[in-house]
């Protein structure tokens, strides 16, 4: 009885048994994994083309020229062959065909081919990109063989780190996938935790509560970190997710998921503490998340948004973590160089814990 | 049994809550390794008592020792030396016996192999069950091997057999028995007077916070008597509980 009490061990013991719950709870698993990871699967797939138009062409049009063997190499264009006419009338009304094309062998000796293009108003910006395209493909055709009478142009591309889908849409929902175990995690654990007496059980044991704060913590940001690890490595290994360092790039991504976890579970806190009851979790929570999810760059850059919604953008704490993340993954900056956004993170986070330290009930 | 060794001394304990007043300055003494039974109605102030005892709740006023240690200034020492089963308390979700029982061993900083203790109370079986699966008599015994794990002087059991069928009610009794014969002092609340009568050394009668008796069964029995009291009806020798009993049989169910 006279042997001293060991905090670490009840933290410890505390962090192993929560861990062990948060592994073998559903909501937990699919929002900190599988939401992200079917964002990432479906932006994975659907980036990489770029833009991509559809051209139709005429059925009675002529297919062995050298103005269709070119549109066939040009990897913008997608050229559907195997519709009628009516059903190619129907799409370029809807405006999900850009255009339609019928080449024809001209009757006289020049030119030698005749191609008529028919646009849509329903698809203005696609057709635009198309006549451009057109142009381009029918002057080097028609000057193949002419020398430049006033500048000849000569064409040629830096080549820079490509700049994927994936790099945009990874480090937003890495975000995320931080925010909502931070928030719903911490709100939902706390709460049933002391709806159920738990925790008044753990208080007839001699654990502090610091402890008991500390060993949910542990075992919370542990599950973060290894969801962030898992979708950072699904990323990179299967959609070419840039890390400009490798390892280092990684563990300072990990150093900000930890800070964005930290700073998020202080909500989690506040809402367990506000809560009436466990069916007043979600909105409460929902009203935290949803925000974030939509208006700090998670899918959109948030330059694209209007002016007067930037300023709001600009406030939330996802905003940052999301920015830094980005810096970090895909320019190769290090930590010190995301200090600003780290600030305004640790800001946030003071702010918000002394709400909980406030609202935050035991019993 | 020693009846000179006080364990635990309550003195004019009095709890005020916001509106009313739970307990209204009640004093007692429980004597080492007696099983002690606060009885009386719900809203009588008996887990708020037991609740303070227990370094839980705060008291308003009164003097209260824990094997010597004083509420007031040594409640982590206390919380080392007492198990304490909660009315309906839960435990932490997703996680089997055996798992909860190591949770418990790191809160209480002890060594215990979790398979021994569930063996204590028989539920070696379901060791990889989830609290939440077990029936009504298995969480009660459950709860009471998470109150034995620091091999505590006093245990606390809040209500321990409402809600079971008369087998696991039993069961416990046994239960409770052997936890007592081991050295261990057992304070309980409860609702059943057979169950007082049968396993409590003493009882203390608790009603609007204020305590209205305080002896054996027995002698409380006696007194009654002496005082002229007679039941209505011929007591027979047997009542329908034990012919519940004798029909359905006493054995260990895991019902």
């Given at each position: 009885?006279?042997?001293?009490?060991?905090?670490?061990?009840?933290?410890?013991?505390?962090?192993?048994?929560?861990?062990?719950?948060?592994?073998?709870?559903?909501?937990?698993?699919?929002?900190?994994?599988?939401?992200?990871?079917?964002?990432?699967?479906?932006?994975?797939?659907?980036?990489?083309?770029?833009?991509?138009?559809?051209?139709?062409?005429?059925?009675?049009?002529?297919?062995?020229?050298?103005?269709?063997?070119?549109?066939?190499?040009?990897?913008?264009?997608?050229?559907?062959?195997?519709?009628?006419?009516?059903?190619?009338?129907?799409?370029?009304?809807?405006?999900?065909?850009?255009?339609?094309?019928?080449?024809?062998?001209?009757?006289?000796?020049?030119?030698?081919?005749?191609?008529?293009?028919?646009?849509?108003?329903?698809?203005?910006?696609?057709?635009?990109?198309?006549?451009?395209?057109?142009?381009?493909?029918?002057?080097?055709?028609?000057?193949?063989?002419?020398?430049?009478?006033?500048?000849?142009?000569?064409e040629s591309t830096v080549h820079g780190r490509t700049y994927r889908t994936i790099d945009f849409?990874?480090?937003?929902?890495?975000?995320?996938?931080?925010?909502?175990?931070?928030?719903?995690?911490?709100?939902?654990?706390?709460?049933?935790?002391?709806?159920?007496?738990?925790?008044?059980?753990?208080?007839?044991?001699?654990?502090?509560?610091?402890?008991?704060?500390?060993?949910?913590?542990?075992?919370?940001?542990?599950?973060?970190?290894?969801?962030?690890?898992?979708?950072?490595?699904?990323?990179?290994?299967?959609?070419?997710?840039?890390?400009?360092?490798?390892?280092?790039?990684?563990?300072?991504?990990?150093?900000?998921?930890?800070?964005?976890?930290?700073?998020?579970?202080?909500?989690?806190?506040?809402?367990?503490?506000?809560?009436?009851?466990?069916?007043?979790?979600?909105?409460?929570?929902?009203?935290?998340?949803?925000?974030?999810?939509?208006?700090?760059?998670?899918?959109?850059?948030?330059?694209?948004?209007?002016?007067?919604?930037?300023?709001?953008?600009?406030?939330?704490?996802?905003?940052?973590?999301?920015?830094?993340?980005?810096?970090?993954?895909?320019?190769?900056?290090?930590?010190?160089?995301?200090?600003?956004?780290?600030?305004?993170?640790?800001?946030?986070?003071?702010?918000?814990?002394?709400?909980?330290?406030?609202?935050?009930?035991?019993? | 049994?020693?009846?000179?060794?006080?364990?635990?001394?309550?003195?004019?304990?009095?709890?005020?809550?916001?509106?009313?007043?739970?307990?209204?300055?009640?004093?007692?003494?429980?004597?080492?390794?007696?099983?002690?039974?606060?009885?009386?109605?719900?809203?009588?102030?008996?887990?708020?008592?037991?609740?303070?005892?227990?370094?839980?709740?705060?008291?308003?006023?009164?003097?209260?020792?824990?094997?010597?240690?004083?509420?007031?200034?040594?409640?982590?020492?206390?919380?080392?030396?007492?198990?304490?089963?909660?009315?309906?308390?839960?435990?932490?979700?997703?996680?089997?016996?055996?798992?909860?029982?190591?949770?418990?061993?790191?809160?209480?900083?002890?060594?215990?192999?979790?398979?021994?203790?569930?063996?204590?109370?028989?539920?070696?079986?379901?060791?990889?069950?989830?609290?939440?699966?077990?029936?009504?008599?298995?969480?009660?015994?459950?709860?009471?091997?998470?109150?034995?794990?620091?091999?505590?002087?006093?245990?606390?059991?809040?209500?321990?057999?409402?809600?079971?069928?008369?087998?696991?009610?039993?069961?416990?009794?046994?239960?409770?028995?052997?936890?007592?014969?081991?050295?261990?002092?057992?304070?309980?609340?409860?609702?059943?007077?057979?169950?007082?009568?049968?396993?409590?050394?003493?009882?203390?009668?608790?009603?609007?916070?204020?305590?209205?008796?305080?002896?054996?069964?027995?002698?409380?029995?006696?007194?009654?008597?002496?005082?002229?009291?007679?039941?209505?009806?011929?007591?027979?020798?047997?009542?329908?509980?034990?012919?519940?009993?004798?029909?359905?049989?006493?054995?260990?169910?895991?019902?």
């Amino acid at each position: 009885m006279n042997k001293s009490y060991n905090n670490t061990k009840a933290t410890l013991a505390l962090a192993k048994a929560s861990f062990r719950s948060i592994t073998r709870s559903p909501s937990a698993v699919v929002f900190t994994l599988a939401f992200p990871l079917i964002f990432i699967l479906v932006f994975g797939f659907l980036g990489g083309g770029g833009v991509k138009l559809d051209l139709a062409v005429a059925p009675e049009s002529d297919l062995q020229n050298p103005v269709i063997i070119a549109l066939q190499h040009t990897s913008v264009v997608h050229l559907i062959t195997d519709k009628n006419n009516a059903e190619i009338q129907q799409r370029l009304e809807k405006g999900t065909i850009a255009g339609v094309i019928d080449v024809r062998k001209n009757s006289i000796a020049e030119p030698a081919y005749l191609a008529n293009v028919k646009y849509t108003s329903a698809s203005m910006d696609k057709g635009n990109i198309l006549k451009s395209i057109l142009n381009n493909l029918m002057y080097t055709l028609n000057t193949k063989d002419l020398k430049p009478s006033v500048a000849e142009l000569k064409e040629s591309t830096v080549h820079g780190r490509t700049y994927r889908t994936i790099d945009f849409i990874l480090p937003g929902q890495l975000g995320f996938s931080l925010l909502s175990t931070g928030v719903f995690g911490t709100a939902f654990v706390f709460f049933s935790l002391r709806q159920t007496l738990v925790i008044k059980r753990f208080f007839a044991t001699p654990v502090k509560r610091s402890s008991i704060i500390l060993g949910e913590g542990l075992a919370r940001i542990g599950f973060a970190l290894i969801g962030a690890l898992f979708i950072i490595l699904i990323g990179h290994f299967l959609f070419h997710f840039t890390l400009v360092h490798g390892v280092t790039t990684v563990l300072n991504m990990l150093i900000l998921s930890t800070i964005g976890v930290i700073v998020f579970m202080g909500f989690g806190f506040v809402v367990s503490g506000i809560a009436k009851s466990e069916s007043t979790i979600p909105p409460i929570s929902n009203i935290i998340t949803l925000p974030q999810f939509l208006l700090s760059g998670t899918f959109f850059s948030i330059e694209n948004f209007p002016n007067w919604l930037q300023p709001i953008s600009r406030a939330l704490p996802l905003t940052y973590l999301n920015d830094a993340m980005r810096q970090v993954a895909f320019e190769g900056a290090g930590l010190w160089d995301v200090k600003q956004q780290i600030l305004i993170m640790v800001i946030w986070g003071i702010g918000i814990y002394a709400v909980a330290v406030k609202v935050f009930k035991w019993e | 049994m020693d009846k000179t060794n006080t364990i635990i001394s309550v003195r004019n304990l009095v709890k005020n809550y916001a509106d009313f007043t739970a307990v209204k300055g009640i004093s007692f003494d429980v004597y080492q390794n007696e099983i002690f039974g606060l009885l009386g109605p719900n809203g009588a102030g008996k887990t708020t008592t037991l609740e303070i005892i227990e370094t839980l709740r705060e008291k308003t006023s009164g003097e209260i020792t824990v094997d010597g240690l004083s509420v007031d200034k040594d409640a982590n020492e206390i919380k080392r030396i007492i198990g304490v089963q909660l009315q309906a308390a839960g435990y932490y979700p997703n996680l089997n016996l055996v798992e909860l029982m190591e949770l418990f061993a790191g809160l209480y900083g002890v060594n215990i192999k979790p398979m021994e203790m569930l063996e204590k109370v028989n539920l070696q079986d379901k060791a990889k069950a989830k609290f939440k699966a077990l029936s009504g008599g298995q969480k009660q015994r459950f709860s009471i091997a998470t109150t034995l794990l620091n091999s505590p002087k006093i245990i606390f059991l809040d209500e321990p057999t409402t809600g079971l069928d008369p087998q696991a009610r039993r069961n416990l009794w046994d239960l409770i028995i052997d936890i007592r014969n081991n050295g261990t002092t057992v304070v309980l609340t409860t609702h059943y007077m057979d169950e007082a009568e049968q396993l409590c050394d003493r009882v203390a009668f608790v009603e609007h916070g204020e305590i209205i008796a305080l002896d054996t069964p027995d002698n409380l029995i006696d007194q009654l008597i002496n005082s002229g009291f007679e039941r209505k009806k011929e007591v027979k020798k047997a009542n329908l509980e034990d012919v519940f009993i004798n029909l359905t049989g006493q054995e260990w169910r895991e019902g």
